[in-house]
């Protein structure tokens, strides 16, 4: 079982001329997003949000790795 869940994910092609994924999911109770370039999937940012407001989210680089392979394989 995957420590994560994908609530949602977003393939967006108009942003700069390169294409990005923001992914939301959840982790330990919260709820995060996570925002890859398309490309190399890349991590570009991360928040986690909180009572209403978001903060840059710290993850560990196992959950992002394996949410980065999920990405991959959906898309």
């Known amino acids: 079982m995957k420590p994560f869940e994908i609530s949602n994910m977003?393939?967006?092609d108009?942003?700069?001329?390169e294409e990005f994924v923001t992914v939301d999911f959840s982790y330990?109770?919260?709820d995060y997003s996570i925002t890859f370039k398309k490309a190399d999937l890349e991590a570009v940012n991360a928040?986690?949000?909180n009572?209403?407001?978001s903060l840059p989210?710290?993850?560990p680089e196992n959950i992002i790795e394996s949410i980065r392979k999920d990405?991959?394989?959906r898309i």
């Open 57 to 59: 989210a710290n993850l």
């Open 71 to 73: 990405v991959e394989k």
């Open 10 to 12: 977003i393939i967006d």
């Open 47 to 49: 928040w986690v949000f």
């Open 51 to 53: 009572d209403g407001s």
């Open 14 to 17: 108009d942003f700069y001329n």
């Open 28 to 30: 330990q109770n919260h």
